[in-house]
């Protein structure tokens, strides 16, 4: 399948907001075209040589990829979309997936093609490991089936496998590379953390999202430019909701010669030492003195651009509700995450500083500046489905703005 960027004109006019479409009401237990007894067998084939038999659903495309897991018990919609999955097979740890279907497509009220719904334009992930896929979905929101979904954006998925049994060799053996195989029509090995993934995931050109009045807080006449290495559409409303003006610009463009009053550099797939012209854009900005946060793929970038460096978790975190704890506070929060890199803090240059850590296996979730208005996060304080802990860290970043 040919993965392809999201085109968008530049625009510099307030979007209006197009009437929001009433979404399609589905009855119960509404039944969907796919059925247990005429899908095609399936096997997930790890390349260590496990196999696991099972019943695929949504596209009938065998697919390639890097096998991970994610404990999140909700949230496939987004989960799916957000381009920080790019080139991976997706295990889902909780048991039912699909019972609650995949909402109409819908823009947002800031407009500019912003969906209100998803994280991205398209579902980035490379397939969907499932333990039940739910025949039936049910929800007021629902106008299609999660195999319908799939099968429309060519991303197959498999099913009735001991999705537990996965995620313990996983976690054992540490993350690996693996392939959906359908009907068994085999496809070739694919690796995602040799590729340059910020190419399919990152906006074609420039563009510019403006606070809608009535919506959200009265604008600030700030502006955050957004280096968009993969962004999930979150960080974008969570701007616009506090009223700031957003720039979002391609991962490898040159942002010296752009206005803006603070840097957000986004999350995204793959290693981050492949995305060089970001960490040099980030290591000039904060030179520069200009406010610079970074989130997930984001933090890494941070890390590098001030010359500390990174290293690749055994099978990473993909989860909501995963505990952090502020360095200095005691605070913990709630959080949620999709990485599978992480920053060596014994790295940190002077005048840097952990600010928060994991409390299940003490990896860096965070650093900021002795002084300066420079920081990252690991975790997702926009995540959608939350927790929202940690949504705060927008506003104190938006009061450095001023």
Sequence with gaps: ???????????????????????????????????????????????????????????????????????????????????????????????????????????????????????????????????????????????????????????????????????????????????????????????????????????????????VAGVGAPATGRRVCLIDCGAKYNIIRSFLRRGVEVLRVPYDADVSQEKFDGLMVSNGPGDPTMYKTAIEQVRRTIERGVPTFGICLGHQLLALAIGAKTYKLKYGHRSQNQPCIEIGTSRCVLTSQNHGFAVDTDSLPRDWRPWFSNLNDGTSEGVRHNWGPFRSVQFHPEATPGPTDTAYLFDEFISMLR
């Excluded at 790890?46 to 065998?62: H, I, P």
Aim: aromatic share 8%.
């Design 1 to 211: 399948m040919v993965a392809m960027k999201e085109s968008m004109p530049m625009t510099t006019a307030a979007p209006k907001g197009p009437a929001v479409k009433q979404p399609v009401r589905v009855e119960a237990n509404a039944r969907a075209a796919w059925t247990r007894e005429k899908a095609p067998p399936a096997a997930l084939v790890l390349s260590d040589g496990t196999r696991f038999e099972g019943r695929g659903f949504g596209s009938t495309r065998s697919s390639a990829g890097e096998v991970v897991f994610t404990t999140g018990m909700v949230g496939y919609p987004e989960t799916l979309t957000d381009p920080s999955f790019c080139g991976q097979v997706v295990a889902c740890t909780f048991p039912l997936v699909g019972n609650y279907g995949v909402p109409a497509e819908r823009e947002d009220v800031w407009g500019g093609g912003l969906s209100a719904v998803f994280e991205s334009w398209k579902i980035h992930a490379a397939g969907l490991v499932v333990s039940d896929y739910s025949e039936r979905y049910s929800h007021w929101d629902a106008a299609r089936s999660l195999h319908d979904w799939l099968d429309e954006q060519g991303v197959p998925g498999i099913t009735g496998i001991d999705t537990r049994t996965l995620t313990q060799h996983l976690r054992e053996r540490g993350t690996m590379l693996g392939k959906i195989v359908v009907g068994g029509v085999d496809v070739a090995d694919r690796d995602p953390n040799k590729e340059d993934l910020g190419k399919l995931v990152t906006v074609d050109a420039p563009r510019v999202y403006k606070p």
